[in-house]
Nanobody
Framework: VQLQACGGGLVQAGGDLRLSCAASGFKYGMGWFRQAPGKEREFVAAISVGGSSTYYADSVKGRFTIARDNAKNTLYLQMNSLKPEDTAVYYC????????????????WGQGTQVTVSS
């Protein structure tokens, strides 16, 4: 499975961005993680194989929306009301095993896309 994330960029606080992740294989639960400089990679959001169940970190709940289009083999992360603390490299991942919240539970990873939110 190959994952290709895109859509990052520079945006002012309060702005919006949508990340996309194209996948060569799509029959997996998928998620988004992020890593800021000097910090651990952290869970952002996850979605089940069929898309009926979604999970969010408390820090993004109500602002970010994860979705998937199984016909297009694409995962999305709509990010609204962005804050400077959302600045990080965002990674898409696929194939969680026991828990969607931990990065070591995912089998496949994309290369990351930079999101920078200016104050």
């Amino acid at each position: 499975v190959q994952l290709q994330a895109c859509g990052g960029g520079l945006v002012q606080a309060g702005g919006d961005l949508r990340l996309s992740c194209a996948a060569s294989g799509f029959k997996y639960g998928m998620g988004w993680f992020r890593q800021a400089p000097g910090k651990e990679r952290e869970f952002v959001a996850a979605i089940s194989v069929g898309g009926s169940s979604t999970y969010y970190a408390d820090s993004v709940k109500g602002r970010f929306t994860i979705a998937r289009d199984n016909a297009k083999n694409t995962l999305y992360l709509q990010m609204n009301s962005l804050k400077p603390e959302d600045t990080a490299v965002y990674y898409c991942a696929a194939g969680w095993r026991r828990s969607m919240y931990y990065s070591d539970q995912y089998v496949y990873w994309g290369q990351g896309t930079q999101v920078t939110v200016s104050s």
